[in-house]
Structures are given as structure tokens and as C-alpha cells.
């Protein structure tokens, strides 16, 4: 890696911990003003200061974030389809010259390994790969799973590994079962797990905690923190997890004393 990328990588994953916390509110470029982020910036000023990254579109950015906020941005990048059409049907949304006049930090899309649109969605991430070694910025590859891909590890390793053969600097992808043998599949590639679904608190910090143990580098949350009935306790707790090494049990206390 050329100097820019590490250095964008290293605002983004702490050198100090070697670890993230990534706030996801991209959800609307095919979901819309989805509950909790009608006003996005409403949601997400309260959880700045806890977020080591922020993974957002560039329409996004421009409406409801302050650019004097001193966070990296992860610039999601794909789209095309809505949660009513087919969802792997994705195209690449935004050229390297506005992430560039964004400030990007990373830049990201969707892999589709399995889904009916596979090989496009692969083709995106090979050409921000090339855009991205051209001008230092990471891409994060995230490997979705539809409505109907399963989420073993045997799967998620298989998509995660093609992502890192494409050449992806980073993957975000979902926990599981032998979630140690998707992260060994990536090698020195560094492993953020979604959030998803909204889970019950404990569920997800047991889920935060569980990946991180087994060699995530981190999580990329949303639902699972802006949709808390205590969001800023939850991006607290989730980040005493990553940061501090604290159990479940701990991180729900804190959880728990925000409210």
C-alpha cells in the first residue's frame, strides 16, 4: 500500500487498539427514511463522538452532516435498486472525483456472491479497486446476502475470500457460526461484521463481542445502534467492546446506566 492508503485506513481502524467502531447509516440509498433515520441528522449527531468511521452516501453527507465534523467517511458508492426490486442489481452511483471532493476516507459497495447479478457486482468492485489504488483510498468490500443467500461460514468465507482476491483493502460481512474460519479466509484483509437486523441489546453486544474474539477487527453497526431505545448508551457500550476489551455483560451495563 502507497502512503495515502495507510493512512486513510489508519484514521479509520485506530493504530492505538487496531480496532473500529463504523456508524452505518446508508440504509436509504435503498430503503429510504427507514425508522430511526428519517432525520438522519438528527440520529447521527449524538453518536459522532463515539464512531471511529461513519459509512454514509454522498447525498447524505451533503444534507445532514456538518462538514466541520472531524470523522472519517466511508462513501458508499453503489445502489440502482430498491428494497422492491431485485437487490443485487446494483450499479456504481458515484465517481472517484466526488469521493475525492468529499474527502473520503474509504469508499464502498456491495458483492452479491450467489445472487443474480454477481458478476456485475464483482465487476464494480474490481473497477473501485482500480480507482481506488490510483488515488490511496481504501474500498471496503461488504458481502451482502439479499433475501434469500444463506449466512454460514462456509458461504461468507467463500464471498469474503473472492472479495479479497478482487482485491478489496477491507470487508465488512456477517457473524456466524465459525466465524474464526471466514476471517482466516481473508488473511491480512481486516474483518468488520454488520449489524443487520435489530436485534435485542444483549444479542447484538454478545454478537459484537463473540466477533471480535474470533478476529474481527470491528463492527459496522446501524440499526443495531441508531434504532436502541438508548442509542448514544449503545454506541458506548459497542465501542467498550471493541476498544476496551469488556464482555457483554460489562457493555450492557453501560448500556443500561445511559438510560
Known amino acids: 500500500m502507497n502512503w495515502g492508503m495507510k493512512n486513510r485506513i489508519s484514521r479509520i481502524i485506530k493504530p492505538k487498539t487496531g480496532r473500529c467502531v463504523m456508524l452505518a447509516v446508508d440504509h436509504g440509498y435503498f430503503q429510504g427514511p427507514t425508522t430511526g433515520l428519517s432525520d438522519l441528522g438528527k440520529t447521527v449527531?449524538?453518536?459522532?463522538?463515539?464512531?471511529d468511521a461513519l459509512m454514509i452516501t454522498r447525498g447524505a453527507i451533503r444534507n445532514w452532516i456538518d462538514p466541520a465534523v472531524d470523522i472519517p467517511i466511508i462513501l458508499r458508492v453503489s445502489g440502482g435498486q430498491s428494497i422492491l426490486k431485485e437487490l443485487?442489481?446494483?450499479?456504481?452511483?458515484?465517481n472517484i472525483d466526488d469521493a475525492i471532493r468529499i474527502n473520503a476516507?474509504?469508499?464502498?459497495?456491495?458483492?452479491?456472491?450467489g445472487g443474480e447479478y454477481e458478476k456485475e457486482t464483482i465487476d464494480n468492485?474490481?473497477?473501485?479497486?482500480?480507482?481506488?489504488?490510483?488515488?490511496?483510498?481504501?474500498?471496503?468490500a461488504v458481502t451482502a446476502v439479499g433475501k434469500e443467500m444463506a449466512r454460514?461460514?462456509?458461504?461468507?468465507?467463500?464471498?469474503?475470500?473472492?472479495?479479497?482476491e478482487i482485491g478489496a483493502h477491507m470487508i465488512k460481512t456477517y457473524y456466524t457460526e465459525d466465524f474464526g474460519k471466514v476471517v482466516e479466509a481473508c488473511g491480512n484483509v481486516p474483518v468488520v461484521i454488520a449489524g443487520g437486523k435489530k436485534l435485542p441489546e444483549m444479542e447484538a453486544l454478545q454478537m459484537a463481542y463473540n466477533a471480535v474474539s474470533d478476529g474481527a477487527v470491528g463492527v459496522d453497526m446501524g440499526r443495531n445502534i441508531f434504532q436502541?431505545?438508548?442509542?448514544?448508551?449503545?454506541?458506548?457500550?459497542?465501542r467498550a467492546i471493541v476498544?476496551?476489551?469488556?464482555s457483554a455483560d460489562e457493555a450492557y451495563e453501560i448500556y443500561e446506566q445511559s438510560k
Do not use: F, W
Open 228 to 238: 436502541s431505545d438508548s442509542p448514544v448508551g449503545m454506541i458506548q457500550a459497542v
Open 243 to 246: 476498544h476496551e476489551g469488556k
Open 152 to 164: 454460514d461460514a462456509r458461504y461468507l468465507g467463500l464471498a469474503s475470500r473472492i472479495c479479497v
Open 105 to 113: 476516507s474509504a469508499i464502498t459497495c456491495s458483492v452479491y456472491v
Open 88 to 94: 443485487s442489481n446494483e450499479i456504481i452511483t458515484t
Open 45 to 51: 449527531e449524538p453518536l459522532l463522538p463515539y464512531a
Open 125 to 140: 468492485l474490481s473497477k473501485l479497486v482500480d480507482e481506488g489504488e490510483k488515488y490511496g483510498i481504501p474500498v471496503l
